[in-house]
């Protein structure tokens, strides 16, 4: 039985973190290809490389950080690869007086997707015509670029800790209020990415599965208690030989503040999916 996308992703993710437990937040995702379906009993091994550092500007209260591009791939238990993309996580400095020196400009991380390892990445094997007869609604053949779908059903996040925990999410900023720069928990960003494509599948349900993310940016924190809506618009659409085909979605996520009612864009989400 094949694994849902995200929890995949996430559990990689998880095993990233090594390098950045004391996270301060996670800016952004690229390049990410579901290489291959997970089934249920794999296991997975993931491997964290430190490919660019750059250091921030010191901030007005005195605390200085930096971004670490980290190129993260994963493979299950027979070597073959299941994800290969990029996170960019911002980290604080040990001595906020030091100047490192670190400047790249992380030129190495793709703006796009390779269209090639996307095709090459696409389930095999899979009767997208059998689950037209077994699903109704719309299918590939009934989207059109330009749709939008407000999602009306909002979530309200619960239980951050224990999904950062289950991931093997090492940031402190996810369980110890004292580690994060916000002096509340922070969100695991993978929580907040799983919510909204929870959401997408309500305007859409006839998704077959996610198969690569364009890129994901994370526009403001989210804490325990904030609830999310999204707003999912249709920007691609790509038929398969064999009928079927791909669509470009892009998730537009924002978070009502529990308590104060302010509400702040949380979260920019462009992904591969694909349709019978």
């Known amino acids: 039985m094949p694994v849902t996308p995200n929890l995949v992703c996430d559990v990689a993710i998880g095993q990233s973190t090594g390098p950045t437990q004391r996270v301060l937040g996670n800016l952004f995702y690229r ?33 200085a950080s930096g971004l670490v591009a980290l190129r993260i791939r994963t493979e299950n238990q027979l070597g073959e690869p299941v994800l290969d993309f ?16 670190h400047a790249d400009r992380f030129d190495q991380i ?9 095709a090459a990445a696409l389930p095999a094997g899979w009767r997208l015509d059998r689950f037209r007869e077994a699903a109704p ?8 670029v330009g749709m939008s ?7 309200t996040v619960t239980s951050a800790p224990a999904l950062a925990r289950l991931t093997l999410n090492l940031a402190n900023a996810h369980t110890d209020p004292g580690a994060s720069a916000h002096g509340r928990r922070l969100v695991y960003g993978g929580h907040t990415i799983g919510i909204a494509a929870a959401q997408a599948t309500r305007a859409m349900p006839n ?40 669509v470009d979605l892009r998730a537009q996520v924002t978070a009502e503040r529990s308590g ?3 509400t702040v864009d949380a979260l920019d989400w462009n992904f591969v999916a694909l349709m019978a």
């Open 137 to 144: 609604g719309p299918h590939f053949g009934d989207i059109e």
């Open 260 to 262: 104060s009612g302010e």
């Open 207 to 246: 998704l077959v599965t996610i198969v690569a993310w364009h890129g994901c940016d994370h526009l403001a924190p989210v804490f325990e208690g904030d609830v999310l809506s999204t707003q999912l618009s249709v920007e691609g659409a790509e038929a398969l030989d064999g009928g079927g085909g791909l």
């Open 86 to 101: 990029w996170r960019c996580p911002m980290i604080p400095l040990r001595d906020p007086t030091t100047s490192t020196g």
């Open 31 to 63: 390049g990410l290809v579901l290489l291959r379906p997970v089934h249920l009993n794999d296991t997975l091994r993931t491997r964290t490389e430190v490919v660019g550092l750059k250091q921030n500007r010191p901030r007005a209260d005195g605390t």
């Open 149 to 155: 779908y407000e999602v009306i059903g909002r979530d």
């Open 110 to 118: 793709p703006d796009e997707l390779d269209p090639e390892q996307v």
